[in-house]
Every structure is written in C-alpha cells, then in structure tokens.
C-alpha cells in the first residue's frame, strides 16, 4: 500500500500491542468507536468488490473480474478512505499488485492471521487492531481484517488459471505472485489506518 501515511508505520511496528490472544476464560472488551467503525468499513469494502466482481463475472467471464480488481478495488478503497477519513486498502503475503505490497506492520499481522489459521481459527473470523506511535509520534488506530479465498476468486488466484485469464494477468501483473490459493485459505486482508486525535 503506498499511502504516504503508512510509509511512516513501518518503524513502529515494535510498539504494537503484542499478538498473544488472551486466555479464553477472559471476556473481550466490549468494541470502541473506531473497532465498530473499522469493522463495517472492511465490511462495505468487501461487498462492494465482491459485488461488482461478481456482476463483471456474470456479464463478460474472469477476464470482466480482472479489470473489476485492477481498477475498481482502488476506487473502492479511495472513496470510503474519503467517506470515513481513514485509509482504507487491502495486502497480502502474496500480492498481485505491487503497490497493495505490506508495510512491517501490516506483514506481522497477516503472518500472525496466517498462524492463527493453522491452529484452526476460521479466517473469516481473523481480524487485529492496535493503536501504534508512527515514527513522528502520532498516535494512529490499526486494523486488519482478514480475506477469506472464496470460489469465485479461484479463476485468477487458484492452481489453474485459464489461458485467456493467464494472459491478461500477466500483460497487467508481470511479477504477479497471488497464485495457488485453494478455496478458505487466508487470500488477504483489508487494512485500515487512522490518526488517533
């Protein structure tokens, strides 16, 4: 993600709460402001993208669901960033487009997700939030929410990826590695950032 804000987190990632989930006799913290808020951002992001991947799909095949990602996942993201001033954006271990590429912070979590999910956890119930000093001191809200990989992305991200599908990744994504997903793995995660007052 290359928002000028989020270059300033990758040294603050040791000030991040550690990632150890609390015993599970202690009852969670009932959810803040900015968690509800976080939560239904990701939330809209996703039925948003999925929605219009889904009518692209319909209407012109995976080809149609390609251009839905490479150019309105960002339209998506830029307008809710502009609705709920916070940014708003998507990464992931593997990443297709290189500027949806994690900061330290955001690769901690999605490793810490990746964890969780081998113990058992279902990846759509993964998310992490923390309020972090970036390196000017600013105090700034985190949270990531994770993607579960489901069918309807496996004609791009899947082990076998038809050919006119192939063609037209590798004419827009020349150094794409968001392959071999298998239907529930951990495809991603939308993240969010904002400046605490």
Not at 2 to 31: C, G, M, Q, R, T
Not at 170 to 177: I, Q, R, T, V
Request: glycine share 6%; charged share 25%.
């Amino acid at each position: 993600m290359k928002y000028a804000l989020l270059l300033a987190f990758n040294a603050a990632l040791a000030a991040s709460v550690a990632f150890a989930k609390p015993p599970v006799d202690i009852e969670p913290p009932a959810p803040t402001a900015e968690i509800k808020a976080s939560r239904a951002t990701a939330q809209q992001f996703g039925a948003t993208l999925k929605e219009a991947l889904q009518q692209a799909v319909k209407t012109g095949g995976p080809v149609s669901g390609i251009e839905v990602c490479h150019g309105q996942a960002a339209q998506i993201a830029d307008k809710l960033s502009t609705e709920r001033e916070m940014l708003v954006g998507r990464t992931s271990l593997k990443v297709r487009n290189p500027s949806n590429a994690p900061d330290n912070w955001e690769l901690a979590v999605l490793k810490q997700f990746d964890a969780r999910k081998a113990q058992g956890e279902p990846v759509d119930k993964l998310e992490f939030f923390a309020v972090i000093d970036d390196d000017q001191g600013q105090k700034t809200f985190r949270y990531m929410k994770a993607i579960p990989t489901a069918s309807l992305c496996l004609s791009c991200h899947g082990d076998t990826i038809p050919p006119e599908v192939e063609a037209q990744l590798k004419a827009l994504y020349p150094d794409d590695k968001a392959r071999g997903f298998k239907e529930g793995d951990l495809r991603g995660a939308f993240t969010l950032a904002k400046p605490v007052p």
